[in-house]
Nanobody
Framework: VQLQASGGGAVQAGGSLRLACAAS????????VGWFRQAPGKEREGVAC????????YYVDSVKGRFAISRDNVESTVYLQMNSLKPEDTAVYYC????????????????????WGQGTLVTVSS
């Protein structure tokens, strides 16, 4: 599977963006999909994930109530709606898809056999 991320850009604080992660190739609705971000000088962190089968979502605390992840299995696309953006949301955002199972457990976020899209830059100015 190949992933193509898009939708990044520059906005002022309080603004909104919607990122899209389009999958092509051997796609599978059994994949969990997540959005990750990496700010300059910081480690990559998981931002939001959506499970493969039942639409369960996960958000890191810093984006709860502001970001929403959704998936369209027909279009093989996962979206990240980002509202009330803050300067600290500035980062390169990556999407990834993968197997949600690990060590016999089922997770909301992808765990193994990860496929990564290229990053899309989000810049939020104050």
């Amino acid at each position: 599977v190949q992933l193509q991320a898009s939708g990044g850009g520059a906005v002022q604080a309080g603004g909104s963006l919607r990122l899209a992660c389009a999958a092509s190739g051997r796609t599978s609705s059994s994949y969990a999909v997540g959005w990750f971000r990496q700010a300059p000088g910081k480690e990559r962190e998981g931002v939001a994930c959506i499970s493969s089968s039942d639409g369960v979502t996960y958000y890191v605390d810093s984006v709860k109530g502001r970001f929403a992840i959704s998936r369209d299995n027909v279009e093989s696309t996962v979206y990240l709606q980002m509202n009330s953006l803050k300067p600290e949301d500035t980062a390169v955002y990556y999407c990834a898809a993968g197997d949600p199972y690990s060590d016999g457990y089922y997770y909301t976020c992808p765990q193994k056999s990860m496929r990564w899209g290229q990053g899309t830059l989000v810049t939020v100015s104050s």
